[in-house]
């Protein structure tokens, strides 16, 4: 009985056996092909993360080519590198798997690619030897053209000056009586000059510039006579326009700067007299010519260049101290002499005023540069002018005096695209003897 039972009970569970036997593989089944589609989805995405390992690399590669084309590298090696540099270096080093060995979670048989150090090696890249472009508030540039490249440069300036002459003529008597002549005069003078500049990179180190101006000048007077019985106030204007002189000039950048270290450019500068110079126009008389009528000596028309050739020498240096660039000029003009000059007045004709050298200027002037963006920088600064006495016949003509011209200047740049630059500067008069207010108007264009 015993023994029955145990057969049936064993082929109770036989039969039990049979039946759930193929379900529970079914449910093994579909469990092990959900692993492999899960292992074979994470070998795809390891194998998309070391191509995209790979492409990290050669695009960090072509980064570091495109700072070596433009020098951006030179003030991190002057600073013993960038904050990216010391951040690699602090960081423990991670080992590369070997090439041929299975990466952490493949599946079996897929090895590991190269990758490409990312870390920098070696020496870094050059540094570029172009000095750094700031917003332009002086009539030289510091970035020269580069080889074979042309820029036009149209350019607007306006300028207004205004100035007060007290001009005693006769004798006293006794103290504050005087006998004679006061003549008071205030002269109010307004340039504008258009101006088209041409420059040429002849190398990457030497430009040579070009510019023709057209000027327009007009000029107040409003003077009173006292002691000639009258109270009104006479008015006596000039104007004139046309071509002001030519001039061309040539640069050339002397040395490699960088981060701190000064960048030096040389240049000559010379100047023709293509303008109507001041011994062309007429004058009015000085001394009575009519009855009743005493002339002014004033000039009846305003000139537009000043009647001597010119050559100005001077060197141009830049100082990158991040975050700011300082700039500066120092230059010396030469005025030639001119021989057997005479000038027009009225009623008079020619009046020979024998041989004329108009006074040496020497300038000097200073500023820096800030860049607020890629686009935008504004740069301020100052300059100052030492101009000497006109000479008449190798003696100083009478009346004429040194003069200092002073001015200080603020300047704003925004490039609008690779080939297009506006930029703004404006100027004002901190001596007597310099016009009241600039303003000139820049847009290089590069083709």
């Known amino acids: ?26 449910k093994i ?16 995405q390891l194998a998309e993360l070391e191509q995209m390992k790979r492409e990290l690399a050669s695009q960090e590669v072509q980064y570091n080519d495109l700072r070596k084309a433009i020098g951006m590298n030179a003030l991190e090696e002057a600073r013993g590198g960038s904050a990216a540099v ?9 080992e590369d798997p070997t090439p041929g060995t299975p990466a952490p979670g493949a ?53 207004y000056s205004s100035s007060d002459r007290v001009a005693l003529v006769g004798y006293t008597v006794i103290p504050a009586i005087l006998i004679g002549l006061i003549d ?35 000029t107040d007077t409003i003077s009173r006579e006292i002691f000639t019985g009258t109270a009104q106030d006479n008015l006596f204007t000039t104007s004139g326009k046309g071509i002001g002189d030519i001039e061309a000039t040539l640069r050339y950048q002397l040395n490699d700067g960088g981060a701190d270290k000064p960048y030096y450019v040389g240049w000559f500068r010379a100047k023709s007299r293509t303008g109507r110079d001041p011994f062309e126009v007429t004058s009015d008389c000085v001394t009575r010519c009519l009855e009743n009528f005493t ?23 830049l100082y990158p101290s991040d975050p700011v660039v300082f700039f500066g000029n120092l230059s010396y003009l030469h005025n030639f002499e001119r021989k057997n000059v005479s000038r027009n007045v009225v009623l008079a004709g020619k009046q020979f005023l024998g041989d004329i050298k108009a006074g040496d200027i020497a300038d000097i002037s200073l500023g820096m540069g800030l860049s607020l963006n890629e686009k935008a920088s504004i740069s ?30 603020i300047g ?16 004002v008069g901190v001596t007597r003897d310099t016009p009241d207010t600039t303003i000139t108007v820049r847009v290089p264009i590069t083709l």
């Open 1 to 26: 009985m015993w023994i029955g039972a145990c057969l049936a009970q064993e082929a109770s569970a036989a039969s039990t056996s049979n039946t759930v036997d193929p379900v529970l593989r079914e």
């Open 29 to 44: 089944e579909a469990q092990g092909r959900r692993i492999d589609a899960m292992r074979s989805k994470m070998a795809e």
């Open 86 to 94: 010391a951040g690699a270096q602090s960081a423990p080093p991670q």
């Open 107 to 159: 599946p079996p048989g897929q090895t590991s690619q190269p990758v490409v150090a990312t870390r920098p090696v070696g020496k870094r890249p050059e540094q570029d030897d172009r000095p750094p472009e700031v917003a332009p508030i002086f009539d030289q540039p510091g970035v020269l053209t580069p080889r074979g490249k042309l820029i036009i440069e149209p350019s607007y300036q306006y300028g």
């Open 184 to 218: 008071v005069r205030q002269v109010k003078t307004t340039t504008q000059t258009g101006a088209v500049a041409f420059r040429y990179g002849l190398t990457n180190r030497m430009e040579l510039e070009v510019r023709i101006p057209y000027v327009s000048n007009h």
């Open 295 to 317: 002339g002014t000596g004033l000039p009846l028309q305003s000139p537009t260049g000043t009647g001597f050739y010119s050559a100005q020498a001077g060197v141009t240096w």
């Open 380 to 409: 301020i600064g100052y300059d100052q002018a030492f101009v000497g006495r006109t000479q008449q016949n190798g003696d100083p003509l009478p009346g004429s005096a040194r003069a200092t011209l002073g001015s200080l200047l």
């Open 412 to 427: 704003g740049s925004y490039r609008f695209n690779e080939k297009e630059t506006l930029n703004v500067t404006l100027g």
